[in-house]
T-cell receptor, first 122, second 108 residues
Framework: QVQLVESGGGLVKPGGSLRLSCAAS????????MSWIRQAPGKGLEWVSHIDFSDGAKYYADFVEGRFTISRDDAENSLFLQMNSLRVEDTAIYYC?????WGSGSYFPDFWGQGTLVTVSS | SYELTQPPSVSVSPGQTARITCSGDALPKQYAYWYQQKPGQAPVLVIY???ERPSGIPERFSGSSSGTTVTLTISGVQTQDEADYYC???????????FGGGTKLTVL
């Protein structure tokens, strides 16, 4: 079955860096777009970034402002998010999310990992 | 920036019908998707392409679309349906994913 397992979260000081990883299994990883979506404590869902096939086009939410970099390793079935210059407002659960089309012609989030908590605090 | 608007909360009694709306200017041109999130759990897709239901999602969940509003309808609501529900669509030709603010469904 589809599994997405995130790791790399933790406590970091403002201005610090973290690298999140996501190990995928149960599907052909290279056939799917992948995303990171976050959820601040007690708040709603917020798209962070997504990457097309095979380390192709990458897109970021406006609030990223060049601080984050998404990447993927199809040989290792893995997704990454390098986060630099972290801010207190980046505190959230970060979900690794698969994106499929289901025949619609448009990619959308269809399966979510359990998330990894990133806490930015001094 | 593009926004999707949902009511913060909806309350119904068991067995009644719950309707959760999501409004956005681009919804006539972009599909909408709905996710259910229970406390401490990851979101789960319950409706895709405005009206389609993934396998394994109960038939009481349905979606509809009219102009700039999409609606998630849960017929015969059960206590286990109590959760947060989020709509999602896209902006800028489908590049940027956008979520509604979420609706907390309370089953009284």
């Amino acid at each position: 079955q589809v599994q997405l397992v995130e790791s790399g979260g933790g406590l970091v000081k403002p201005g610090g860096s973290l690298r999140l990883s996501c190990a995928a299994s149960g599907f052909r990883f290279s056939d799917y777009y992948m995303s990171w979506i976050r959820q601040a404590p007690g708040k709603g869902l917020e798209w962070v970034s997504h990457i097309d096939f095979s380390d192709g086009a990458k897109y970021y939410a406006d609030f990223v402002e060049g601080r984050f970099t998404i990447s993927r390793d199809d040989a290792e079935n893995s997704l990454f998010l390098q986060m630099n210059s972290l801010r207190v407002e980046d505190t959230a659960i970060y979900y690794c999310v698969r994106e499929g089309t289901w025949g619609s012609g448009s990619y959308f989030p269809d399966f979510w990992g359990q998330g990894t908590l990133v806490t930015v605090s001094s | 920036s593009y926004e999707l608007t949902q009511p913060p909360s909806v309350s119904v009694s068991p067995g009644q019908t719950a309707r959760i709306t999501c409004s956005g200017d681009a919804l006539p041109k972009q599909y909408a998707y709905w996710y259910q999130q229970k406390p401490g759990q990851a979101p789960v897709l319950v409706i895709y392409k405005d009206t389609e239901r993934p396998s394994g999602i109960p038939e009481r969940f349905s979606g509809s679309s009219s102009g700039t509003t999409v609606t998630l309808t849960i017929s015969g609501v059960q206590t286990q349906d109590e959760a947060d529900y989020y709509c999602q669509s896209a902006a800028d030709g489908g590049i940027y994913r956008v979520f509604g603010g979420g609706t907390k469904l309370t089953v009284l």
